[in-house]
């Protein structure tokens, strides 16, 4: 559900949701600024553009449509995601398969994020963010008509590496779109509510569907074909204008980039390695993603075997937990910006570390489920958080790699938990689900506190852009 180096204004997350600019800078004949002067924008202008630059630049489609496109994209990604948790006990039964054998499940989804981590760059620079409109739905639609099929085991672990590339490029490119923008905070909380929102919805339907509709399956793959193909017009409305010159414009680069250009470009790919703030956060969202991931995708399980819960209700405290997850992203940015993005973080952790040991200790299936659900909305707003924090220590040239870096990398961690979970639970049962979030938790603490501080308002971006020394 986040820019080179600006000067943003004093705690940007407090700005009101519209701000306006103090005069028609449109009209203006001098130059646009360049990304170390401040500048004000408004909200209604693309992220990182310049008002001069806006103007010249053509035909586009209001910002609020594109953002609720890609809100409407999220809440896809999330329901994809989200479900594969309820499959879980659904393909052991189909194929047969084992607790570890059905956890590759988890397994190949970094492959399609590995892939996008690669082409996020070339496409924006080759076709703009229209480009991304087409990939990301493209690869989706393949996923869900190939699931729907219900293939061989193996050809089903395919076409979820071919899903996951989609929903890589997509949640790679818009995380780092919503973070050039003023109001940064307010959007990727749209954002990664809407992805919540979908992670909510998603078990819902799908344990209705299954449970109570006894429906096959592999027929929970037609309704997500149905969304995707919604996704790709919706994304190719809201995105039809906006090419690879704008993004070149939008990046105060040319349109067409010179040899010296390309490699310059391809510098700044090795750039984002130079920083300390990208590692941390690579390791951040490998534990949280993994934490999330490790829930979601074991909690139908795990409420199936020991708290000796109906598969509805598994399916629904998979469904709270996304709920949770959604409400935490909105209602918790109100504290986020009265306590500060470093202390609201710590204590919504520490709180997730209250409600786990709750989960743990009361083995009664509606209060797991209530327990599963507050989790849920502590971790909420622990993704955007990270993102946000990472936009505000690198320059805005680094932040479609750098975003792309560690969404892969968290992704890693939300294959890599949940399997070494699945690999664990063939050999000492499931019950050992409560010991690796609980270490999950407390590891995510850890790295989060490992954060550098952000630059002081008024400072320059560069401040809090600290370089790994050779």
């Given at each position: 559900m986040a820019p080179a180096a600006t000067a943003h204004p004093a705690h940007p997350e407090r700005e009101p949701l519209l701000t306006t600019t103090s005069g028609d800078s449109a009209a203006s004949p001098s130059p646009p600024q360049r990304d170390n002067e401040s500048e004000v924008r408004s909200w209604a202008s693309d992220p990182g553009k310049s008002p001069a630059a806006s103007a010249g630049q053509g035909r586009s489609t209001p910002l609020l449509s594109r953002i609720a496109a890609a809100m409407f994209s999220f809440v896809v990604l999330g329901m994809m995601v989200s479900t594969l948790g309820v499959m879980v006990p659904r393909f052991e039964e189909h194929y047969g398969l084992s607790d570890f054998r059905v956890s590759f499940?988890?397994?190949?989804?970094?492959?399609g994020y590995l892939g996008a981590?690669?082409?996020?760059?070339?496409?924006?620079?080759?076709?703009?963010?229209?480009?991304?409109?087409?990939?990301?739905?493209?690869?989706?639609?393949?996923?869900?008509?190939?699931?729907?099929?219900?293939?061989?085991?193996?050809?089903?672990?395919?076409?979820?590496?071919?899903?996951?590339?989609?929903?890589?490029?997509?949640?790679?490119s818009f995380c780092a779109w919503a973070g050039g923008m003023e109001n940064a905070n307010i959007v990727q909380g749209f954002l990664h509510g809407s992805y919540s929102a979908g992670a909510a919805i998603g078990p819902f339907l799908a344990g209705t569907m299954l449970s109570v509709g006894h429906a096959p399956w592999y027929s929970w793959y037609y309704v997500l074909l149905g969304a995707s193909i919604l996704e790709a017009a919706a994304l190719l409305l809201a995105f039809r204008f906006e090419d690879s010159e704008k993004y070149h414009a939008s990046h105060q680069q040319a349109p067409l980039l010179d040899a010296q250009e390309e490699a310059s470009a391809t510098d700044s790919k090795g750039a984002i390695f130079k920083h300390y703030a990208t590692w941390i956060c690579a390791a951040y969202f490998l534990a949280c993603i993994g934490t999330e991931n490790a829930i979601s995708g074991w909690?139908?399980?795990?409420?199936?075997?020991?708290n000796r819960a109906s598969a509805y209700l598994a399916s629904l405290s998979s469904s709270g937990f996304g709920i949770g997850q959604a409400t935490g992203r909105v209602a918790?940015?109100?504290?986020?910006?009265?306590?500060?993005?470093?202390?609201?973080?710590?204590?919504?952790?520490?709180?997730?570390?209250?409600?786990?040991?709750?989960?743990?200790?009361?083995?009664?299936?509606?209060?797991?489920?209530?327990?599963?659900?507050?989790?849920?909305?502590?971790?909420g707003p622990l993704f955007p958080s990270g993102v946000y924090t990472l936009t505000r220590l690198l320059p805005r040239e680094l932040h479609v790699g750098a975003i792309s870096f560690v969404v892969l990398i968290g992704q890693v961690g939300g294959a890599l938990l949940p399997f070494g979970l699945g690999a664990l639970a063939e050999s000492l049962g499931i019950q050992v689900f409560q010991?690796?979030?609980?270490?999950?938790?407390?590891?995510?603490?850890?790295?989060?506190?490992?954060?550098?501080?952000?630059?002081?308002?008024?400072?320059?971006?560069?401040?809090?852009?600290?370089?790994?020394?050779?």
């Open positions: 499940v988890f397994l190949v989804w970094p492959v981590a690669y082409l996020n760059g070339a496409v924006h620079r080759r076709f703009g963010q229209w480009g991304i409109a087409v990939a990301g739905p493209l690869f989706h639609i393949v996923f869900a008509a190939v699931a729907a099929l219900h293939p061989p085991f193996p050809v089903l672990l395919v076409a979820l590496a071919v899903g996951s590339l989609g929903t890589g490029i997509l949640d790679g909690i139908v399980v795990f409420m199936m075997r020991v918790l940015g109100v504290v986020t910006d009265k306590l500060g993005i470093r202390t609201a973080t710590i204590v919504y952790l520490v709180a997730a570390l209250a409600f786990e040991v709750l989960f743990a200790t009361i083995h009664v299936p509606e209060f797991s489920a209530a327990a599963i659900a507050l989790l849920g909305f502590c971790l010991v690796v979030v609980f270490a999950q938790l407390v590891a995510t603490l850890l790295i989060w506190l490992a954060f550098p501080s952000l630059p002081q308002p008024g400072a320059s971006l560069m401040a809090g852009a600290e370089e790994i020394s050779p």
